[in-house]
T-cell receptor, first 116, second 110 residues
Framework: DTAVSQTPKYLVTQMGNDKSIKCEQN?????MYWYKQDSKKFLKIMFS???????INETVPNRFSPKSPDKAHLNLHINSLELGDSAVYFC???????????????FGNGTRLTVT | RKEVEQDPGPFNVPEGATVAFNCTYS??????FFWYRQDCRKEPKLLMS???SGNEDGRFTAQLNRASQYISLLIRDSKLSDSATYLC???????????FGPGTRLSVLP
């Protein structure tokens, strides 16, 4: 199946730990994103990569470090987890912007992170 | 002013009703517009893109008014399965940033 897949689906961990979330897409897209959806359900962009190059880096603590080994993968590593990091993290992908048609976002099914 | 604003909701409507959602955006240079739906504890899924001339997909009609910076979504003959949160999404420019509205929750009641 063509899709955006991210793992794990659930992540429960203690404050201070380091964790990673992986994302892969087989849609042939060259732009990938990380979004955070907090308890109020608001979706906010964190990072965007185009062909392994960082394009967007919103005001996210530097404890969050994205890594894109190739254009089909965008992983998110979080150091020293805090209670406020608890949220759902969505990976997404789209076709390159800049053409006359802006491809919509395709989302992974989310990683629900709970920091205790 | 937020970049993308939507009706606060929630909307509770009976089956078969017609319901309209409104969305406004602040960046007049915005290029692309979409409606997504998000079911509880699921990822957002594309419902439809919004084109300048307006477009229809079955029971769903989307309209764009660039002069007023306004987007709408009309759902006719609501089904129970339409219950979800509807998200207005704007791509301000070709710089690859999609901005989401806060969403409007719809409950279709039997």
């Amino acid at each position: 199946d063509t899709a955006v897949s991210q793992t794990p689906k659930y992540l429960v961990t203690q404050m201070g730990n380091d964790k990673s979330i992986k994302c892969e897409q087989n849609l042939g897209h060259d732009t990938m994103y990380w979004y955070k959806q907090d308890s109020k359900k608001f979706l906010k962009i964190m990072f965007s990569y185009n062909n392994k190059e960082l394009i967007i880096n919103e005001t996210v603590p530097n404890r969050f470090s994205p890594k894109s080994p190739d254009k089909a993968h965008l992983n998110l590593h979080i150091n020293s987890l805090e209670l406020g990091d608890s949220a759902v993290y969505f990976c997404a992908s789209s076709l390159r912007q800049g053409s006359s048609y802006n491809s919509p976002l395709h989302f992974g099914n989310g990683t629900r992170l709970t920091v205790t | 002013r937020k970049e993308v604003e939507q009706d606060p909701g929630p909307f509770n409507v009976p089956e078969g009703a017609t319901v309209a959602f409104n969305c406004t955006y602040s960046n007049s240079a915005s290029q692309s517009f979409f409606w997504y739906r998000q079911d509880c504890r699921k990822e957002p899924k594309l419902l439809m893109s919004v084109y300048s001339s307006g477009n229809e997909d079955g029971r769903f009609t989307a309209q764009l008014n660039r002069a007023s910076q306004y987007i709408s979504l009309l759902i006719r003959d609501s089904k129970l399965s339409d219950s979800a949160t509807y998200l207005c999404v704007v791509n301000p420019n070709y710089g690859q940033n999609f901005v989401f509205g806060p969403g409007t929750r719809l409950s279709v009641l039997p």
